[in-house]
């Protein structure tokens, strides 16, 4: 748990995105003069010491309920009552330009299928927070089913406290399929049609968890190969942050995650010059987010480019070709 004595600590910080050298500065208690709040202990614990309309985004992977070894698996009805409390507390610290970022996939029981998302929905709108998008991040692999299809993608819902709001599309923009089109009549007629910084990344997010997972399963035997892995069983990738950090937040803004994992949020934060408050209840995880500030300070902490094209298998690869047993 977090001790009571507020610990703060300076961390050399080589590398940032403009390459300028700073340090990096972390307590294991709330402190809103350092750069990153990593408190050792159950989230509530540090939401009451974090002053109302503080931070600027919230983002976060909770819990699922789905028996993972950091949690206890309960019905989805006591499941969803005790996160209430924690929700009312979030949405007490957000600023009122701020936003919420709630990343969740599927509860399910006997096979039945329960989206937490539509679940979670409820209870926010009680809350009066304003959806701006519900975000598809789909991947390629993961477990195969045999009663049903097997999925492929979670959710993340985007909220907004009011309906004045952060949201900065430039940073964002992705690479358009074709820069040269042109608008083809109008009084337009023979003039690009698009930007050139690329077309906004809709609210479809192929992202990296395809990549991901593609360079995680694609090498058998070499799970740990994705640069960014660590031990932790449902650790979202660095980028997926970094694009809500870019787009919702501006430099300088705070980011909280509530349920920090091994850190991957504190770290698309200060990617950017923004400062991260993360709670963790189990030191394992504490820890690896602790050696991975350390690492990233030094510019060593392995991260996958934002923006890295999705890898595609060429077809020549052993793995994506039919095995003798099959032909
Ligand atoms: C889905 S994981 C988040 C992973 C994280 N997004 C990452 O990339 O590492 C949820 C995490 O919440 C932690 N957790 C569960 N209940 C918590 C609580 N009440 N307070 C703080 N952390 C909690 C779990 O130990 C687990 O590491």
């Known amino acids: 748990m977090g001790s009571q004595d507020s610990r703060s600590e300076a961390v050399d910080f080589t590398t940032d995105i403009f390459n300028e050298p700073r340090q990096i500065t972390v307590s294991d208690t709330y ?6 709040v990593l408190f050792d202990g159950g989230c509530s614990d540090l939401l009451k010491d974090i ?20 949690e206890k698996k309960t019905s989805l009805a006591s499941y969803l009552k005790d996160m209430e409390p924690v ?4 949405i007490r610290v957000i600023a009122g330009t701020g936003s919420l970022c709630w990343q969740v996939g599927n509860y399910v029981q006997k096979g039945e299928v329960f989206p937490l998302d539509i679940y979670f929905y409820e209870i926010f709108k009680r809350f009066d927070l304003k959806l701006r998008n519900r ?25 907004t406290k009011g309906d004045e709001y952060v949201f900065n599309l430039d940073p964002v923009r992705i690479p358009a399929k074709y820069p040269g089109k042109r608008h ?50 449902c650790q979202f ?3 997926l942050v970094q694009r809500c950090v870019l787009a919702l937040t501006d430099p300088e803004g705070v980011v909280l995650d509530p349920y920090g994992g091994v850190g991957s949020t504190i770290i698309g934060a200060l990617q950017h010059n923004r400062k991260a408050i993360a709670a963790e209840q189990d030191l394992q995880y504490v820890t690896i987010t602790r050696e991975r500030i350390q690492r990233f300070a030094h510019g060593k902490l392995p991260l ?17 070709q039919l095995p003798l047993e099959w032909k």
């Open 304 to 320: 996958r480019p934002l923006g890295k094209p999705i890898h595609k298998p060429t077809g020549k690869e052993r793995i994506a």
């Open 87 to 90: 929700i009312a507390e979030l």
């Open 31 to 36: 402190n809103p003069n350092v750069d990153v």
């Open 135 to 159: 975000i598809i991040w789909r991947f390629n692999h993961g477990l195969h089913c045999t009663k049903r299809f097997s999925g492929r993608y979670e959710t993340i819902l985007w909220f």
């Open 184 to 233: 083809f009549k109008g009084p337009k007629k023979g003039q690009l049609s698009g930007n050139p910084l690329g077309k906004n990344p809709s609210d479809i997010w192929d992202i990296v968890k395809q990549d991901w997972e593609d360079e995680v399963w694609d090498i058998p035997n070499v799970k740990a190969n994705h640069p960014e892995k660590t031990e932790h069983p």
């Open 51 to 70: 002053p109302s309309n503080s931070v600027d985004l919230v983002i976060t992977s909770p819990p699922y309920n789905i028996g993972k070894k950091y």
């Open 237 to 239: 990738p660095v980028e």
